[in-house]
């Protein structure tokens, strides 16, 4: 079946957002297995949303709108597609207690135009919105499925999770299931290069790759009568992923990130971790802290941009900044051993380099950034070089930081084992 | 004169990448004074780009296209708009040219389908691409302007502003000028009720509000025959304006962000900062840090997620934590002291609060925050409560300690003067 995904809103039109919607409902539909050969944006005008709605039906199965569910007069767009399918609106009872019950929770008095929302298509489907007032539409029409939903994607992510993934799931005589084997610490070509006779030999399941900064994402679909049929599917190739990328697969779960995996490494491991950071000034820190549970782990962060920080707190001598330099593997490893004395947290990870846009020169290009990383006194200093403008160097340079901890921990373990010593 | 903006790449279509090229490319036409009625996403499939470009030139003077210029099989937009057209490609030997420059410089022998880019079609405006190696087109047929981009941003974007925008530019036959009063502070519906009468008021300049994470950002937008006219329009509104939010208005000038300001704030009464936070692990120090210059102010930043890090780096009693909780407005002030104390900096922000999914309580939900914000010895620390996520309790929580640290600035200063004494 077909998709077509209609993004209604003046706002879009003018660059005010980015339209992530579209974005966020062409990958779950990919990931149901329907082909999706348009998107389209619009603004709130009467005429031309009938036009992309005429158009849309005419190539497709489902239509997929969000925005425009608003109370303003300005939002239309259900208006807009009922009168396409040839049905009038009427009150929907529950959906105006909703209303009430929304405003009531929340003190506040709704306005006259509030209750325009509750009107709804004779013979639709009323999809509960626990975010906000406009509830969600589906409507059938001729073997034809139009799903309304409202624009803010915190209504409209929730909804379509509850309530249309299940209804289009079973618009599909297929079951399409994936699973992602995600890796850290190879090049996107070189990870291309790696798959390429698997991607190219095999249909059923696919293999896609999903370049991320610092990171590589293989996606394995497959399509089958029934899911586990499907999974049955998958498992093989995931496996011969898993034994091509070995330690470089970080995960095989969807949920988990690599700033994820590396906390629940130190929490399996009960090892404490501290960070110490000049150019990214706490951006290693702050994705560490995005993960819930990660206050059992982390002890403190320390952010030493200037030479005098680096001095102050973590007691590196004058003369060795200026004989190395502050962007030095010297002053990285020397940065990570500071820390680990000061902070007594059994890993520490230490970041210097130069993010530009000035600060380089020949020897010390932008871009050019140390990383210390030190578990249980073993430590290891990786030179990195990176691309692109300031932000593109400190995201890279903190997703290779989350890479080089995992590598360090995983060899610290092994060489720890191998050796017949136990911590 | 109207604007359509098409995006061709399968992969957009997938949702593998989110469509930022067609939100940056419709706030420029914007800009312009352009009116833009549709985004459209294509495939790589030539039947139905062909359709896409149809329509477009059906309904709009000027197409503005990404993406699919590359040397693969799959990229065709180049040969499906001229067929469209009707104009036959041939080879551009400049194009070549820099296309064999390009791979020279990165030591890379060029493939035989790279040659496929230096194919132009007959008579059309070739556009220099320094960052890749398709070069841009612009063909002109009966009043209508196509304009073929390449797809990633980084060539993309450099190429709009080079080549396409002045060419863009000559096309209107007025002058747009816009100019942003940026405020912090104040929120998006309090701003927009503050201003609804000069919106309602006026078409020529109009004002548009824009919400921001913690700002809300007004454009002053002016239509004239020349630019010195419309600077004209636009400064009296710009000047009610100011006059209306007063302090709260950080700057109008569109380079300058809500953190540069804060640096721009510091460094002209040479204060120096340190940051020291909880929740936020970090952030709002690298957002700081962000901020090209800053090593002349910015002492050292802590973070202190645990209770020990707060109680061994900032010498915060054990009783106190006990007594208050970590996430109280004694803690918030007692770690904005504890840093200034041992960092010696004049500016000590701190920041301490439940940004979820767990730890909040019926007493201290989610969302609650404490920022402390201490100026040269003067406290204040300011109650937050947040909505949204995690991620965003953390982004509105930076937002607001920047708007923070611009008030006690402000306010440290007016009152040593007021009060007669200098500092």
Redesign the interface.
């Known amino acids: 079946m077909v998709v077509e995904i209609i993004s209604v809103g003046t706002e879009?039109?003018?660059?005010?957002?980015?339209?992530?919607n579209?974005?966020?409902?062409?990958?779950?539909?990919?990931g149901l297995g329907f082909s999706?050969?348009?998107?389209?944006?619009?603004?709130d005008?009467e005429e031309?949303l009938c036009e992309?709605i005429r158009?849309a039906l005419s190539r497709a199965d489902i239509l997929l709108l969000s925005g425009g569910l608003g109370p303003t007069q300005d939002d239309l767009t259900k208006e807009t597609a009922a009168k396409v399918l040839g049905k009038s609106l009427k009150l929907h009872e529950e959906s105006k207690a909703a209303i009430r019950e929304f405003f009531e929770k929340r003190g506040i008095e709704p306005t006259d135009n509030n209750w325009k929302q509750a009107m709804v298509p004779e013979g639709c489907i009323v999809l509960a919105n626990p975010n906000g007032t406009a509830p969600g539409i589906i409507m059938e029409d001729n073997g034809k499925h139009v799903v309304l939903m409202p624009g803010p994607p915190?209504e409209m992510i929730p909804m379509f999770e509850a309530s249309v993934m299940p209804y289009l799931s079973k618009l599909q005589s297929c079951v399409i299931f994936s699973q992602t084997v995600k890796i850290c610490g190879v090049g996107e070509s070189k990870a291309e290069t790696m798959v390429r006779d698997l991607i190219d030999s095999q249909s059923n399941p696919t293999i896609?790759t999903?370049a991320k900064t610092g990171e590589v994402h293989l996606r394995v679909t497959a399509r089958a009568e029934d899911e586990k049929a499907a999974r049955k599917l998958v498992k093989p190739v995931v496996k011969e992923l898993k034994g091509r990328f070995g330690s470089h697969v970080y995960t095989t779960d969807d949920e988990v990130t690599l700033e994820k995996s590396v906390v629940d490494l130190l929490l399996a491991n009960s090892l404490t971790i501290s960070?110490v950071?000049s150019?990214?000034?706490?951006?290693?820190?702050?994705r560490?802290?995005?993960v819930?549970g990660?206050?059992e782990v982390?002890?403190?962060?320390?952010?030493?941009?200037?030479n005098?920080?680096k001095r102050?707190?973590l007691g590196i001598k004058k003369n060795t900044l200026l004989k190395y330099g502050a962007v030095s593997e010297e002053i990285a490893s020397q940065m990570a051993k500071g820390a680990a004395m000061v902070?007594k947290a059994d890993v520490v990870v230490s970041i210097t380099g130069i993010a530009g846009?000035?600060g380089g020169s020949q020897e010390k290009p932008v871009g050019l950034v140390y990383i210390g990383c030190n578990v249980c006194g073993r430590m290891k200093v990786k030179k990195c070089h990176f691309s692109?403008d300031?932000?593109k160097v400190?995201e890279n340079t903190v997703s290779s930081a989350l890479s080089l901890m995992r590598e360090c921990i995983l060899e610290y373990y092994s060489e720890v084992t191998f050796g017949g010593k136990e911590k």
């Open positions: 879009i039109l003018l660059g005010n957002i980015v339209n992530t579209a974005a966020y409902l062409s990958e779950k539909c990919a999706c050969y348009y998107q389209d944006v619009v603004g005008n031309r992309t158009t915190n896609a999903y960070t950071e150019c990214t000034g706490g951006l290693l820190a702050a560490l802290i995005n819930p990660v206050s982390f002890k403190s962060g320390y952010i030493t941009y200037s005098k920080a102050r707190l902070s846009p000035d692109g300031r932000s400190r």
